[in-house]
């Protein structure tokens, strides 16, 4: 397996076209702590590490963004606004205001889910270290968050993140996906 780093995880994550549209797009839009998260990110470094087509398996692109404004109308009309600028690209875009995921997360999943303070404590939740990475421009360049850092993602491996709100069986519905997608895959199996 060959070290990654921040520089080479970008490097690899930005050969996807709609990956670089979307983290532009946020930029332009100038939305509160925007983000695009996890696996668009991941899966093209993939993709790229084993020769595969770019957006080979990506089923979505996630955006989040943070804004004190927890109403569904306000979330509503930045979902509206990003799929008018973005629909050119004709991928699957979910965006979502980590202000007001405590609104409705458990009653979608059942699990609490406390208030959360910025983008990046949305990302520390996620099911996958591997996935815990966020993008965006600042400055002349881009910041990268990436908790666990870019081992897993350089060694295809699925690892759980078994913070709060774990749930084992999505982790392991994903991961089975993803190793259909991506045969060389390591998956640590759920505790």
């Known amino acids: 397996m060959a070290a990654m780093d921040r520089d080479r995880f970008l490097a690899l994550a930005l050969k996807n076209p709609v990956n670089v549209a979307i983290i532009d797009e946020l930029a332009s839009l100038a939305l509160p702590d925007a983000l695009l998260v996890s696996g668009c990110l991941v899966q093209t470094a ?12 990506i089923a ?5 963004y943070f804004d004190p404004d927890t109403s569904w109308e306000a979330e509503d009309a930045v979902i509206r606004m990003l799929q008018a600028r973005l629909g050119h690209l004709g991928v699957k875009i979910e965006i979502r205001n980590q202000a007001r995921v405590h609104l409705w997360y458990p009653g979608k999943h059942g699990l609490p889910y406390p208030p959360l303070t910025c983008s990046t404590d949305g990302i520390d939740r996620f099911l996958t270290q591997n996935t815990q990475v966020g993008v965006r421009r600042a400055g002349g360049g881009f910041e990268v968050y990436a908790p666990h850092g870019f081992d897993d993602i350089a060694g295809l491996v699925a690892r759980p993140n078994p913070g709060t709100n774990f749930s084992a069986a999505s982790y392991t519905a994903k991961a089975a996906r993803w190793k259909a997608l991506w045969p060389e895959l390591t998956v640590i199996a759920a505790e």
């Not at 979505?60 to 989040?64: A, G, H, I």
């Open 46 to 57: 993939w993709n790229v590490l084993t020769g595969r087509a770019v957006d080979h398996g």
């Open 60 to 64: 979505d692109y996630d955006v989040f």
